[in-house]
């Protein structure tokens, strides 16, 4: 999927992708990644050498991402709006689904914790 297209809506081309069942964002074609101002991804375990190669950032969430953007406004490239927007409130569904699958790893480790004590009583 396509948050902004250079250079019909701006200055950068964010993709979100997925491969192997990894998620991630691209900004590519980085010119930021290009002049070294910025690593070429912040994703660990994961080889990103093609697209380093090729002078793209990847991001391992959302937030990553509208961090990444907001250096290229800030470096007085342009960024659409709408791109900043929709990817804000994909990191906020992020963080909610990461939190909710820690709740229940924790239910899950408690329930199996009650279980043991249980059975050591019993």
Known sequence: MSYARSPSEGDVYVIGTKKDGVLWWECLGCDL???SLVPAHTLVGYDFEAHMAKGSFCAA?????VTHLRLHRAVGQ???DRAINRLSREH???IAKREAEFEAFNAAAREAAERRQA???A
């Open 33 to 35: 990644v290009s002049a």
């Open 61 to 65: 969430d959302p937030g990553q991402m």
């Open 78 to 80: 342009k960024v659409p």
């Open 92 to 94: 906020q569904e992020w």
């Open 119 to 121: 059975a050591a009583e």
